[in-house]
């Protein structure tokens, strides 16, 4: 059995509790052996405005400081003031990771070749500002890649100083085997969410009868996003993946696909009760969400932190080919396509 790779689209929806920075307590405080928690310190002196961030500006006592598991450092610190986050980050993989900070104003990151602070160097720096977590400004925003070795212990330290405003200091990374050029707070990940299964050579079909996908696919692919092009010719494809409601309320759910498709839903917790809630009998262009009612489901209500399976069953005559899932929900939320989150490592510790 042949089995390559199916061009993905990739798109992210990170978790809005990701840049909290939640204080932990402080039995919990970064040393090697806790990794991935991280001291915020603020200086509140107004002299360093005009002031740089090297090592003495950061050697008094903070005004402010707490342990946190997440770096991202004060959004209320005001001007004038300078901040300061450091910890240590083990390496979940062995290979090359990218750093990046973004920071109101200046701002420095450093890291360590190994677990001994002494050891830190400039890896990455903004002048001027960004936006927050806008990782993407300026060039020096991004460390070259890096190797890490998977189980090693690195020390990561971060520096802010601000000259008006609240100002802001956060730090994310690239890892091994992740999507390139998305970002993710230190100590998270991207995982695949979804999977595509192609069946080639099969002849036009209502999807729900084709037999094929009783058989083992020809192609798979695991994707960061519920949404795929240019499949093939005369293929079925089956796309499945999972969704937890953010809040509760009542969602819909938006389908397109070249040329046949149905979209199934069934309770996470059910193993075999499939059940039909949006279809395509004709195709729809590759951005083509809601041109028709049947391609959007009926109001499906949900609880906060409901899980539900979704399954597309597809069929594609000529090509190129797409198929993809949307969804529409409480307080505006409008993701299309569906997207992979941010969790934390759980090969990292954190």
């Known amino acids: 059995m042949n089995r390559r790779r199916v061009p993905c689209s990739i798109a992210f929806l990170f978790l809005a509790t990701c840049a909290a920075g939640s204080a932990v307590t402080a039995d919990e405080g970064p040393s090697p052996d806790h990794p991935f928690v991280f001291e915020r310190s603020v200086w509140l002196d107004t002299a360093s405005a005009t002031g740089s961030i090297e090592d003495a500006d950061f050697e008094g006592v903070p005004d402010r400081s707490e342990v946190v598991e997440t770096p991202v450092g004060f959004v209320d610190a005001g001007a004038g003031s300078r901040q300061r986050l450091r910890g240590w980050i083990e390496a979940p993989r062995t290979g090359a990771y990218r750093f990046s900070i973004a920071s109101d104003d200046d701002g420095v990151l450093l890291l360590s070749t190994s677990e001994d602070p002494a050891s830190g160097r400039p890896i990455a720096s903004v002048r001027g500002f960004t936006g927050k977590d806008e990782f993407d400004r300026q060039p020096g925003q991004v460390s070259r890649p890096i190797v890490l070795i998977k189980g090693r212990r690195y020390h990561l330290e971060a520096r802010q100083r601000n000259v008006d405003g609240g100002g802001h200091l956060s730090v994310a990374w690239q890892v091994p085997g992740g999507p390139s050029g998305v970002h993710v707070p230190v100590g998270m990940r991207i995982e695949p969410t979804f999977l595509l299964e192609v069946w080639t050579g099969v002849p036009r ?20 996003a519920m949404y795929a092009q240019d499949i093939g010719i005369n293929v079925a494809t089956r796309f499945r993946g999972r969704f937890r409601a953010p809040t509760s309320g009542n969602y819909r759910f938006l389908l397109t696909a070249d040329d046949l498709a149905t ?3 069934r309770s996470s917790k059910d193993t075999d009760a499939w059940r039909p809630v949006a279809r395509l009998s004709n195709w729809t262009s590759p951005d083509g969400w809601d041109a028709r009612s049947e391609q959007i489901t009926g109001a499906i209500s949900l609880q906060a932190g409901e899980i539900i ?4 069953l597809h069929w594609q005559g000529s090509g190129p080919g797409h198929v993809g899932v949307g969804v529409r929900g409480p307080g505006g939320l409008d993701v299309r396509p569906l997207r992979s989150v941010a969790i934390s490592d759980p090969k990292s510790g954190s």
């Not at 079909?205 to 960061?224: G, H, L, M, N």
């Not at 399976?309 to 597309?312: N, R």
Request: include cysteine.
């Open 263 to 265: 979209l199934r839903i």
């Open 205 to 224: 079909s209502d999807p729900e009868s084709i037999e094929v996908f009783q058989t083992p696919p020809d192609r798979v692919e695991a994707c960061f």
């Open 309 to 312: 399976d979704l399954e597309v």
